[in-house]
Every structure is written in structure tokens, then in C-alpha cells.
T-cell receptor
């Protein structure tokens, strides 16, 4: 069952601009993760934020989490053409849960 | 680096054929997963396994079975392939939650594109 829903479905920006993608989810979570997928390839883990954290940084990535609104955002600063990919949020809910539930993704296009 | 290897990148099979998709991971992960990914539907979990010979159904197990005889290997089986199983199949693995102190990060293979004609 789908837990996370990314917004927007597609985003097109110029190189150098910032890109913001949002994720909403329905049930309480242990952590939320963001993954990236280049066209036709597997997914690659970007960053994890736990339910007791509000913000996390990794290089040009900034993730926020608002558990009261059941939402998260991924910000990519100073975007590059190489950032063109689909981005997925995934949630883990329930102690001992092995599963991650993925959203449908945001397709980001960065125009050189 | 973690490596999840899917044996076939592209396959074309006929309706009714039995299809095996193989996946091997080299990080001693307890958990292994099979997802399928379709446009507009995102990733959907087919089956997962948390130990050798153990398996649990995901969201869309119908028409599929799995086998995990060794810890490093997880096979997805289409007993009688149908055209609606044309898709990209992604294998993934992760540590058991209790061991993965950073959270249950999942590591994916490169995907297998299956076309059933």
C-alpha cells in the first residue's frame, strides 16, 4: 500500500536553481528516507531522517520532517544537470518493521 | 560498497513460460526484497524475506513466488508469465533493523527489465 506521496510529480528547473520536493504520508513513522533513481537504473539511498529529528543536511541536500503534518521536504541546492533523476521518499513505520513503503516519486529535470 | 547483483538486465519471455529472476547480495544482509516498478504506480513490494527459507507476501504477490535457500541469494519466480507482468523488477537488501543502527537503509540492484510477449 502506498504510504508516501511526493509532490510535485514532475519538476523542471534551470541549473543553479534550488529544487524542492515534498512528501506526505499517512501513518506514524520511525524514519523517512529519500532515494534517487537515474533513468532505467536502481534506487540509491540519499538520506535518512528519524522521527525525532526535524532537519538533516548532507552536502547539497537538506531534508526536513514535520511529524505533526506528516510531511517531509527534500531541498537540493545549486542544482546541476547531473541531479536529473527521479526522487522517492520512503517511510518505515512500526517497531521491527523490515519494510519501506515508497511513494511514486518526483521526476526532476535540471536544464543546463 | 554494498553490491546487489541481478543476473539479467533485459529479458524477453513468452506468455506461459516459467521465468526466474536471480539476485545476489554480498553484504551478509538478513533482509531481501523484490519490487516491481511501473510508470505511474511507483514501487510495489512483491515479496520479502527476512531469513533463509523465510518469506512474506508484499502488496502484490499474486502470480509470483520466491525462493531463498541461501542467505545471499533471493530468486523471484513467475510460474506462468503473462503480459501484465511486463515490468522492471528491482531486487534489494538490508540489514535486520536491530543491527542497522542507522536505520533500515535498503540497497538496490540495477533492475531487470522483463518483457512478456
Amino acid at each position: 500500500s502506498q504510504q508516501g506521496e511526493e509532490d510535485p510529480q514532475a519538476l523542471s528547473i534551470q541549473e543553479g536553481e534550488n529544487a524542492t520536493m515534498n512528501c506526505s504520508y499517512k501513518t506514524s513513522i520511525n524514519n523517512l528516507q529519500w532515494y534517487r533513481q537515474n533513468s532505467g537504473r536502481g534506487l540509491v539511498h540519499l538520506i535518512l531522517i528519524r522521527s525525532n529529528e526535524r532537519e538533516k543536511h548532507s552536502g547539497r541536500l537538506r531534508v526536513t520532517l514535520d511529524t505533526s503534518k506528516k510531511s517531509s521536504s527534500l531541498l537540493i541546492t545549486a542544482s546541476r544537470a547531473a541531479d536529473t533523476a527521479s526522487y522517492f521518499c520512503a517511510t518505515n513505520s512500526g517497531a521491527g518493521s523490515y519494510q519501506l513503503t515508497f511513494g511514486k516519486g518526483t521526476k526532476l529535470s535540471v536544464i543546463p | 560498497d554494498v553490491k546487489v547483483t541481478q543476473s539479467s538486465r533485459y529479458l524477453v519471455k513468452r506468455t506461459g513460460e516459467k521465468v526466474f529472476l536471480e539476485c545476489v547480495q554480498d553484504m551478509d544482509h538478513e533482509n531481501m526484497f523484490w519490487y516491481r516498478q511501473d510508470p505511474g504506480l511507483g514501487l510495489r513490494l512483491i515479496y520479502f524475506s527476512y531469513d533463509v527459507k523465510m518469506k512474506e507476501k508484499g502488496d502484490i504477490p499474486e502470480g509470483y513466488s520466491v525462493s531463498r535457500e541461501k542467505k545471499e541469494r533471493f530468486s523471484l519466480i513467475l510460474e506462468s508469465a503473462s503480459t501484465n507482468q511486463t515490468s522492471m523488477y528491482l531486487c534489494a537488501s538490508s540489514f535486520n533493523l536491530a543491527r542497522e543502527i542507522r536505520g533500515n537503509t535498503i540497497y538496490f540492484g540495477e533492475g531487470s527489465w522483463l518483457t512478456v510477449v
